[in-house]
């Protein structure tokens, strides 16, 4: 797939799926920029994928818990370039625990502020970008966790409240910018793992979510993928 001058920026792209995805969309040509909470470990990854080519990347700095540091990177953004084809909003807080008082407030209120606040914000002050080009999309990367009804993670309940977050802008967006052509596209993974086989009985891999994603961004205008929904295979234990 030839992503040729696609401008593209993920966040929390320093590394496991968020760096697989700025890779993914850099080696078909993508100009990707790539942002984390930590500047120096973006500018690394960012240095790794202009050099192998042949799409670049460029480091930014942006913790979605912070407002400011999502509006600064916003704005950076924006000084580089004049439009934006694929937001992805894939940086979010993860925290285990099956009880509410298994996490302290602050890892509570960086998850919420981050995978609520930070990800309308950021998508907020990115639309005038995606609204200035030709072929617009708004990927995240929710989490099962995000649909209702779901109780199979062992992410702490937090976690579950930022996903739903998420999944309530996503469905709202996706019907409100179809008319503009502006897809939303998102995705609801169970638990994966960043490395392993890619068969029927094993765990869904981070490049098979990354794969989705670069089919959906692939396909032609008319056709408008909304959500990515996975059966969970691998026995679980109800909770
Ligand atoms: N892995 C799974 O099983 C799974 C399942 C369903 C959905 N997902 C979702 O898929 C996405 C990628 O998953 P993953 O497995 O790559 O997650 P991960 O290994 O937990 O990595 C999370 C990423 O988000 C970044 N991040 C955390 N807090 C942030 C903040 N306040 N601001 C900006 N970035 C922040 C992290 O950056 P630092 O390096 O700075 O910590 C890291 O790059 C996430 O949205 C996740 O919730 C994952």
């Known amino acids: 797939m030839n992503l040729d001058g696609l401008r593209v920026a993920v966040t ?31 500018e690394h990854c960012a240095e790794v994928i202009s050099r192998r080519g042949p799409g670049r990347a460029d480091a930014f700095r942006c913790d979605l818990a912070e407002p400011d540091s999502v509006r600064t990177f916003a ?11 694929v937001l992805v909003n894939n940086g979010a807080a993860y925290l285990e625990g099956d009880d509410l008082t298994d996490a302290p407030d602050d890892g509570i209120e960086d998850m919420l502020a981050a995978g609520g606040t ?24 929710i989490s099962a966790c995000g649909e209702v009804g779901h109780r199979r993670s062992g992410a702490h309940p937090a976690f579950y409240a930022a996903k739903h977050a998420q999944a309530g802008l996503a469905e709202i967006l996706s019907h409100r910018l179809r008319p503009e052509g502006i897809r ?6 169970p638990d ?32 408008f993928i909304r959500e990515f929904r996975f059966e969970q295979v691998q026995p679980m234990i109800d909770r």
């Not at 939303?184 to 993974?189: D, E, K, R, T, Y």
């Open 12 to 42: 929390g792209a320093a590394r496991d799926t968020g760096l697989l995805l700025a890779g993914a969309f850099a080696e078909r040509g993508a100009q990707v920029y790539l942002s984390a909470r930590n500047l120096a470990a973006a």
């Open 75 to 85: 704005a950076a953004v924006a000084d580089r370039t004049d439009h934006l084809d």
């Open 118 to 141: 930070g990800t309308v914000l950021l998508t907020r002050h990115l639309l005038p970008l995606l609204r200035a080009s030709s072929r617009p999309d708004i990927v995240n990367m």
């Open 184 to 189: 939303v596209i998102s995705l609801f993974p």
């Open 192 to 223: 994966f793992v960043q490395d392993g086989p890619r068969q029927s009985h094993s765990d869904l891999t981070a490049r098979s979510v990354v794969d989705c994603v670069l089919f959906a961004v692939g396909q032609p205008r008319d056709c």
